[in-house]
């Protein structure tokens, strides 16, 4: 098997078993890294010599029969809004452009110490604000299905990285579906975790009480395994939680599907879904119940309301999570002959046309005389969503519905039309504003394309929602890596 396509789990057979060494897997991934960068453009920033020298140790802890985990010697990607120390961590973002961390992000230092090699920094849409990852400083990724599409976002540059073999799994981060979206558009896996479950210190903020740390891999045992090295409770983010016995990741496989109970939304087929997406997704859900599932329709009656919460509440937070950038404290200074010019021009070069939209929307919401009409009402919506899940869940085990009402469209389709892009997460925010946990995984093609496939769980039940989607995945199969 070549190296470059193996799971995690598998890689880390391979190198128990001294079929491979981490140095072989490490450069089978660099090569398919480099070449992807003159196609794909995955990554931000490559880190050869560091990564080389990780599997170089790895490889060493295993000949002395010291291996640190299962992730040791097995190449990650980084999304480049999460900081790793002494590497370029630009978020994206002319304002960042020379920023080099000071520190490891919590995530970054957990898998470290579990031997991961560290491959670099993954592309992503500017502060994660964008669902094509065409927003960049660094210009824009493209999808390895058809280079002429783009490959989801904004944590596009990990899912392309997983999807083309250039690492064998990665991290990202999800707002409003930022992981799950392009892991939908590219054929792979994506896990948002509950909020709470994955420390946050070392992410660089775009809106804190909807942000969250996860994993982008090949297959759900690589997503459950990446989970477990990275979550936990951390004194650095007093949002992060202790993760109660009951709640933990156990490995647990189904034989069958008898006895779940799989919610489907009524609110989730409704206008503008890509008929073969819905075609595919409904098929998956028919593949459900062969397998043994009761399904049952819910209602999620709030759901209209969550695209239009998400953009009050995250631009909200954007507003007052960039304000930092002012070209004083943090971010590109451009000098404007007083301190007030300098500020306006700092912050109008260094920010892109996405991040300034967000900026001034979220600072209209909240200011005076707007507050309470906007961002106080947008927190009340946020409840009534919040209790119609909670409302499924007394009935079903797991919902399941369409990631993304689309497949990837064509790269500079949408870049006029940010209200068209933001429709493109009407299936993803709502798990957001809840804190919900959340899975995307391949269920079929919409013309030559992938289709991702949603499964939600309860608050902290990662356990049986992973269970869920691999009895899925293993009766369905996986789709193969596209370079």
């Known amino acids: 098997m070549d190296p470059k396509t193996m799971t995690i789990t598998e890689a880390a057979a391979a190198l128990r078993k001294s ?11 660099l090569r398919a890294a480099e070449v992807g960068q003159t196609i794909t453009s995955a990554y931000v ?27 040791d010697g097995i190449p990650l990607a980084v999304k480049d809004n999460i900081c790793v120390a002494g590497g370029r961590t630009t978020a994206g973002s002319g304002i960042l ?19 991961a090699v560290l491959l670099g920094k993954t592309n992503m849409d500017e502060f994660a604000m964008g669902s094509s990852t065409e927003s960049s400083v660094h210009g824009p990724t493209r999808n390895p299905w058809d280079t ?3 490959p989801g976002g904004s944590s596009g540059g990990s899912a392309v990285a997983v999807a083309e073999g250039s690492a064998c799994g990665a991290l990202g981060s999800d707002t409003g579906g930022s992981i799950r979206q392009p892991a939908a558009m590219c054929g792979v896996v994506g896990l948002k975790p509950t909020y709470g479950r994955v420390s946050r210190y070392g992410l660089i903020a775009m809106a804190s009480s909807l942000d969250q740390i996860g994993p982008l891999t090949r297959s759900v045992d690589d997503a459950e395994l990446l989970l477990g090295a990275i979550e936990g409770r951390d004194a650095n983010d007093s949002t ?41 997704v409904r098929q998956a859900i028919e593949r459900m119940a062969g397998l043994g599932a009761e399904i049952k329709e ?11 919460v998400y953009y009050v509440l995250m631009p909200s937070e954007v507003s007052a999570n960039l304000a930092r950038f002012d070209g004083m404290r943090y971010g590109t200074r451009v000098s404007g002959g007083s301190l007030e010019n300098t500020y306006r021009r700092s912050r109008g070069q260094g920010f892109g046309k996405e991040a300034r939209r967000r900026i001034m929307i979220g600072t209209y919401a909240l200011s005076s005389g707007y507050y309470d009409a906007y961002y106080l009402q947008a927190q009340k919506a946020r409840r009534l969503i919040s209790d119609d899940f909670f409302r499924a869940f007394r009935d079903v085990d797991v919902l399941v519905g369409p990631t993304s009402p689309l497949a990837a469209w064509k790269l500079g389709e949408m870049q006029d039309d940010p209200l068209a892009m933001y429709l493109a997460d ?31 769980g309860r608050h902290f039940e990662e356990g049986r929602l992973l269970a869920v989607a691999r009895a899925f995945e293993e009766a369905h199969g996986r789709l193969p890596l596209k370079k």
Not at 248 to 273: H, T
């Open 148 to 150: 002429a599409q783009i």
């Open 97 to 115: 452009k020379d920023y080099r961390a000071a520190y490891d992000a919590t995530v970054v230092g957990k898998l470290r110490r579990s031997g």
């Open 298 to 308: 819910v209602s999620l009656p709030h759901s209209e309301y969550a695209l239009a």
């Open 45 to 71: 920033t490559i880190d050869r010599e560091g990564a080389l020298a990780g599997a170089r140790e790895a490889d060493g802890r295993r000949k002395a029969g010291q291996p640190l985990s299962e992730l």
């Open 426 to 456: 009407i299936y993803t925010v709502a798990v957001n504003v809840a804190g919900l946990p959340a899975l995307s995984l391949p269920c079929g093609l919409a013309a030559g394309l992938p289709v991702g496939f949603q499964f939600i």
């Open 19 to 29: 079929e491979l060494s981490s140095v072989e897997l490490t450069e089978a991934c």
């Open 240 to 280: 992060s939680v202790e993760l109660r016995s009951d709640w933990g990741l156990k490995g647990e496989r189904l034989a069958s599907l008898k006895g779940i109970r799989v919610g489907v939304p009524k609110e989730y087929f409704g206008q503008g879904m890509q008929p073969e997406v819905e075609a595919s």
